[in-house]
């Protein structure tokens, strides 16, 4: 699950999550390929739990420094016995390779002044500095949060740029919290087609941020429950000034989780999400893609990637987290999706965008 990939000179690298949500024994894994993506190497363990912990987490985020060094942000998570999904704990990496994701080093804690701080989002080069959106946190009393970390020296230090989004009053009730889990699964329960978990705190999630061309900086936030929603709209938010400012957070007129965002040569916006699935919707489940403008005000119709082995999915956990890879004057987007009676696996599709 939860795959982040990048196109090197030597081919493409793909990390993923072997278990939801940093479910014990979860794993960061590595697989590469040529550059066609037909065949993939036997994955290597780029992170594993530590001693005391439980299990390591990671989700979009990875990327190729102009230097060449790839940057792979991780959680580590440990559970509180009894406290439930809201009770984990987690701690940021940021694991690095210098061989092209052969071998990942730097598997050591980031100092961050944030009580829970998780990983979402690429994490983009914009001359001598890095950005790096979190969620979570900041306080370990408040409701969660979009941020925005910031390193002036290769990703070595870390600071809090500035939230981009944050409701201290969200919350989220209706059918989509009463069918979530709230528990510890066993590992029956995890790999279930239709299992999806829940955390009782709300706000804003999982952030795509993406440089445009004119040096402004445009965001896609997650949410649960931001300003007494329930429609699971997602919202957006923009920066004038590199990071440092937003505007107010607004809805983006449609919902979804699993924001990801790209900047296509004509400056427009390809942003891929998974489609949420209301309680007693006949929706499809799967991974869409739209385009717009660079000020996001409006979107076009939706694309619905395709599913390699045609599965007719029936939940929409069962696939999401696209992450963009531009390659050649095209884009391929990687996502996990389902097979009964074999689980998830990561899959992609090759994107066709025309552009004016």
Same mark, same amino acid.
């Given at each position: 699950?939860?795959? +982040?990939?990048?196109?090197t000179p030597d081919g ?12 014990? /024994? ?10 066609? *993506? ?15 912990? !439980? ?12 230097? /060449?060094a790839l940057l792979l @942000?991780? =959680?580590?998570?440990?559970? =509180? ?17 210098? !061989?092209?994701?052969?071998? $990942?080093?730097?598997?050591? %804690? ?5 009580? $829970?701080? +998780? ?6 080069? &914009?001359?001598?500095? &890095?950005?790096?959106?979190? $969620?979570?946190? #900041?306080?370990? +009393? ?6 925005? &970390? ?42 279930? %087609? ?20 004119? /040096?402004?900086?445009? +965001? ?6 931001? *300003? /007494? ?18 505007? @107010? ?6 919902? *979804? ?8 040569p004509d400056d427009s916006? &390809? ?10 919707? !006949?929706?499809? @489940? ?5 385009? *717009? ?5 409006? $979107? ?26 531009? #390659? ?21 599709? #090759? ?6």
């Open positions: 699950m939860f795959p +982040a990939a990048v196109d493409l690298v793909v990390a993923y999550s072997t278990v939801p949500d940093g479910w014990p /024994g979860g794993e960061v894994h590595v697989t590469r390929s040529d550059r066609t *993506g037909e065949t993939w190497s036997t994955p290597v363990v780029a992170a594993a739990a530590h001693a005391g912990e !439980d299990a390591v987490l990671g989700a979009l985020g990875m990327v190729r420094l102009a230097n /060449g @942000p991780v =959680n580590a998570v440990t559970w =509180n016995e009894g406290d439930g999904v809201a009770g984990r704990q987690i701690v940021l990496r940021l694991l690095r390779s210098d !061989d092209g994701g052969a071998t $990942w080093t730097n598997d050591v %804690p980031v100092a961050i002044d944030f009580a $829970w701080p +998780a990983v979402y989002g690429q994490i983009l080069e &914009l001359g001598d500095e &890095l950005l790096w959106p979190v $969620w979570g946190r #900041q306080d370990a +009393a408040e409701r969660w949060r979009s941020a925005l &970390l910031s390193s002036t020296d290769g990703g070595l230090t870390w600071s809090l740029k500035a939230t981009i989004g944050y409701d201290p009053d969200a919350r989220l009730v209706g059918d989509y919290v009463e069918s979530g889990n709230t528990d510890r699964g066993d590992a029956d329960e995890i790999f279930d %087609p239709e299992f999806r978990p829940h955390d009782p705190t709300d706000g804003f999630t999982e952030t795509s941020v993406c440089a445009l061309g004119d /040096g402004r900086l445009f +965001a896609i936030l997650r949410q649960q429950g931001v *300003g /007494g929603d329930r429609t699971l709209a997602m919202f957006r938010s923009r920066s004038n000034d590199g990071g440092s400012s937003w505007s @107010p957070y607004e809805p983006a007129g449609f919902s *979804g989780m699993s924001p990801a965002l790209h900047r296509l916006l &390809l942003l891929a999400t998974r489609r949420h699935v209301p309680v007693g919707s !006949d929706a499809a @489940p799967g991974v869409e893609v739209r385009i *717009g403008p660079a000020d996001g005000t409006s $979107w076009s119709d939706v694309t619905l990637l395709e599913d390699p082995y045609g599965t007719v999915l029936t939940s929409e956990y069962q696939c999401g987290y696209p992450a963009i890879v531009p #390659q050649d004057g095209g884009v391929r987007v990687f996502f996990y999706s389902y097979r009964p009676d074999e689980g998830r696996y990561i899959a992609w599709n #090759q994107i066709a965008v025309e552009t004016t």
